[in-house]
């Protein structure tokens, strides 16, 4: 079955992964990036998000039967909060109306283990409430506090989307639509954008201190495409809500079996 997927990100890593894969097993793809995709749009804009969406219906013809969205940036810096946060949720919803009508809808989306580590709760609890201008201004006050401040930004952006996906996932709109809405978090994946934090021995060693992976250490980036495909084909009925760590096994290292008490959670 032939199926019409948007993805976000396509220019490189993950999402490069597996716009590769789903054409190549015979689906459609329409990608969007900031450049050198199918439709070139600033995701970190409200105006950006809007055209994006209106010509992914247009190109799709009106039929579109699952989103992957794994756009994103690590950079500690306030725009990574419209880009990671307010560039997949509302780009969501705007397709959502679209996406309705396919028979299989599904979505699925890149979060992180960052999802898991330090965070700022003030700036997750604006992004939560779909206040960008709030969270705009609270990310921007940490970059000007720096000391590593600026670094709680990444880890922010994915825990208020992880949450997100929680709470958006059991609504009528989407549940009640037939639509499974997903995040997976990945360790440490081979991509450009962390191409610097694994260039040299000395690095690889500090960031499997933060993220460690017992498990075939990094990966590939087709080993998350691969998750994402499957949590957007026609075979998941039933999986929803969930944030999926394919991590090499970094959570069960850093939470053990903590992760059931709601007293220490």
């Not at 105006?47 to 013809?61: C, D, F, P, Q, V």
């Not at 996406?99 to 700022?120: C, E, F, I």
């Not at 969930?242 to 992760?259: F, P, T």
């Amino acid at each position: 079955m032939t199926r019409t997927y948007v993805v976000t990100g396509t220019a490189s890593g993950i999402a490069a992964a597996t716009s590769k894969m789903l054409t190549t097993a015979g689906h459609r793809v329409i990608g969007v990036d900031i450049k050198n995709a199918d439709i070139e749009a600033d995701l970190s804009t409200k105006a950006g998000r809007l055209y994006a969406a209106k010509k992914a219906i247009e190109l799709s013809g009106g039929a579109i039967d699952a989103v992957i969205a794994c756009a994103g940036l690590a950079h500690p810096i306030a725009a990574t909060v419209s880009v990671n946060y307010f560039g997949v949720t509302e780009f969501l919803n705007e397709l959502l109306p679209t996406l309705a009508q396919s028979k299989s809808p599904r979505v699925a989306m890149t979060s992180s283990m960052a999802s898991l580590m330090p965070n700022s709760p003030e700036l997750v609890a604006a992004m939560c409430a779909d206040d960008e201008e709030k969270a705009l201004a609270i990310a921007q006050g940490l970059v000007n506090t720096g000391g590593g401040a600026e670094q709680l930004i990444y880890g922010s952006t994915k825990r208020a989307l992880s949450r997100w996906v929680r709470r958006e996932s059991i609504k009528a709109k989407w549940a009640g639509a037939g639509i499974p809405l997903n995040a997976v978090g990945p360790g440490i994946v081979k991509t450009p954008m962390v191409a610097d934090m694994i260039a040299t021995p000395e690095a690889v060693t500090g960031i499997l201190q933060m993220v460690p992976m017992p498990l075939n250490g990094f990966m590939e980036p087709e080993a998350v495409a691969s998750l994402l495909i499957w949590l957007t084909s026609v075979e998941n009925t039933h999986t929803t809500g969930q944030n999926i760590y394919i991590d090499g096994g970094s959570d069960a290292v850093l939470r053990g079996e903590n992760v059931w008490d709601l007293a220490t959670a």
